[in-house]
């Protein structure tokens, strides 16, 4: 791959979650999908560091501790630590064998749920103008389902954000989907474009956890 072009999403790299057995899937998923994430961690790397105000760091999927099921997603993720991101808000971009996502995710690990499940309570209107329509919202970072910011309203966001102060396994992801079959992921450089967009979109969100 050009160092400097990113080459996109095909078609062959999401048929790597329809293929059977743990070991195969692995095989397909880092001979073909985990070069492009490790480029694109690098590519957008810098945009993030500057965006943020501090140093952020790329994690690629591992799966390391999986022994039977075969990953169902794949992804890379952006923190401001260079040992993990799981226990901090961060931002990932990964791949279902539906679609690619684009998001800003707290999942169960973090103990800055807690402040951010506070910053929805307290700064509901605030979210919801700052949230494009066709992002989308959920609770559960395993699964490609969803609930678009355009179908959610008050009451929702609130019961999100008291879920986060109260449960410990909760989490929460909100960013863009983009479809398989959508052009745009096979134009490397409009992608890798609209993925800085996105996540100029979402900084608001990332801060919120941090106030």
Same mark, same amino acid.
């Given at each position: 791959?050009?160092? #400097?072009?990113?080459?996109?999403?095909?078609?062959?790299? =999401?048929?790597?979650?329809? /293929? $059977?057995?743990?070991?195969?899937?692995?095989?397909? *998923?880092?001979?073909?999908?985990?070069?492009?994430?490790?480029?694109?961690?690098?590519? /957008?790397?810098?945009?993030?560091? %500057?965006?943020?105000?501090?140093?952020?760091?790329?994690?690629?999927?591992?799966?390391?501790?999986? #022994?039977?099921?075969?990953?169902?997603? #794949?992804?890379?993720?952006?923190?401001?630590?260079?040992?993990?991101?799981? %226990?901090?808000?961060?931002?990932?971009?990964?791949?279902?064998?539906? +679609?690619?996502?684009?998001?800003?995710?707290?999942?169960?690990?973090?103990? !800055?749920?807690? $402040? =951010?499940?506070?910053?929805?309570?307290? !700064? *509901? @209107?605030?979210?919801?103008? #700052?949230?494009?329509? +066709?992002?989308?919202?959920?609770?559960?970072?395993?699964?490609?389902?969803?609930?678009? @910011?355009?179908?959610? $309203?008050?009451? @929702?966001?609130? %019961? /999100?954000?008291?879920?986060?102060?109260?449960?410990?396994?909760?989490?929460?992801?909100?960013?863009?989907?983009?479809?398989?079959? $959508?052009?745009?992921?096979?134009?490397?450089? %409009?992608?890798?474009?609209?993925?800085?967009?996105? =996540?100029?979109?979402?900084?608001?969100?990332?801060?919120?956890?941090?106030?």
């Amino acid at each position: 791959m050009n160092s #400097t072009v990113f080459p996109g999403f095909d078609t062959r790299d =999401f048929e790597v979650f329809s /293929i $059977d057995g743990l070991e195969p899937r692995m095989e397909a *998923l880092i001979e073909r999908v985990r070069p492009k994430l490790t480029m694109l961690g690098e590519m /957008i790397q810098p945009h993030l560091s %500057a965006l943020s105000g501090e140093e952020m760091y790329v994690h690629v999927a591992k799966h390391a501790r999986r #022994t039977v099921n075969p990953p169902k997603d #794949t992804w890379v993720a952006w923190a401001a630590n260079k040992r993990g991101y799981k %226990a901090l808000p961060h931002f990932e971009v990964g791949m279902f064998g539906s +679609h690619v996502f684009v998001v800003f995710a707290i999942i169960y690990e973090s103990p !800055r749920k807690v $402040d =951010f499940g506070k910053a929805i309570a307290s !700064r *509901l @209107q605030e979210i919801q103008k #700052t949230v494009p329509d +066709h992002f989308y919202w959920s609770t559960d970072h395993m699964s490609p389902q969803g609930t678009l @910011q355009s179908d959610m $309203d008050e009451q @929702q966001l609130r %019961a /999100i954000g008291t879920k986060l102060q109260n449960i410990k396994k909760s989490e929460v992801v909100c960013g863009l989907r983009i479809a398989k079959d $959508d052009p745009l992921l096979s134009n490397g450089e %409009a992608f890798v474009q609209k993925v800085e967009q996105t =996540f100029e979109q979402l900084l608001p969100l990332y801060k919120m956890a941090f106030a």
